[in-house]
Structures are given as structure tokens and as C-alpha cells.
């Protein structure tokens, strides 16, 4: 039996470097994220995972929503209900946390 696809997802920085964002709080928003979605019996329609870097080193902690591509930027645990509430649940972008699109990153230059 296939597995059903999530509604969306959602990709917490935690990056455990000096002024990244684990140490900035990613780590508790990525426990917040999946404490508020199992609680809340919505585990089935919003995934939660970890991910690394994304580069945006001085926002962070970064929270990825996918298939938006919505990034937001400087997410503390406390900014977790809202982004449930508003943007998971109610398709709205949280204006106050966000960032950029995923469309608007340009690679950086090599080196």
C-alpha cells in the first residue's frame, strides 16, 4: 500500500555550528514543530524534518515550507504555532518570519 502523500513540508535548519542555526534555536523549533504536529493529530498532512545549511547564515534559524518554497527567517519555538496555524493549515504566509522564495536564491559564485 503506497504511503499518502504529505500536504506540505517542513525543513528545520539545524546546523550545530558557531552562529548557525542550530545554536541559534533550530534545534528547539525542529522539537516544537514535531511536538505541536503530533499533539495536534496532524502528522499525516504536515512532515517535519531537519535539514543543513542553507547558507543564510545571519537570518537563521531558517524554516523551509515546501511545495511553497517559503523560507522564513529568525524562527524561534515560540513562532511555531503561527506558522501551523497560518500557513500550514490556513495556506498564508506568516509576513512577520519571511524571507524569501525558493526561486529568488541565486547560487553563490564559485570560488
Known sequence: MPVP???RYVYVCTTDEAERCGQKGGIAVLAE????LKERGLGKDFKCTQCGCTSQHAEGPIVLV????VFYGGVQAAD?????EQHLIG???VERL????AGDITAP???
Not at 66 to 69: F, T
Open 5 to 7: 502523500e504529505a500536504k
Open 33 to 36: 514543530f514535531r511536538r505541536l
Open 66 to 69: 515546501v511545495p511553497e518554497g
Open 80 to 84: 511555531v504555532p503561527d506558522i501551523i
Open 91 to 93: 495556506g498564508q504566509v
Open 98 to 101: 519571511f524571507l524569501r522564495r
Open 109 to 111: 559564485e564559485p570560488v
